[in-house]
């Protein structure tokens, strides 16, 4: 898994923890190479809680040269 890849991953798992899901497991996480949308992640996330599991998209803008995270969207699926 590449750096930013992990970032971005990283940043979801601390927005979904700080929502109060958590466990997070990933379904995917994909650097989005459609046009104009260079330097993001994409992926789809499951956050679980007691009896019960979201599922989330997300999308990372990152800078793929310092891995830097510049911000993140999560929504419900």
Known sequence: MSRVTQACRDSVTAKLNQS?????????AVPDN?????????????????????????????DFASGWVRSIDVRLQ
């Open 20 to 28: 109060g899901y958590p466990y997070v497991t990933f379904e995917s």
């Open 34 to 62: 459609n046009p104009g949308r260079h330097g993001s992640v994409i992926g789809s996330a499951t956050g679980r809680r007691r009896f019960e599991s979201t599922q989330f998209s997300f999308s990372c803008a990152v």
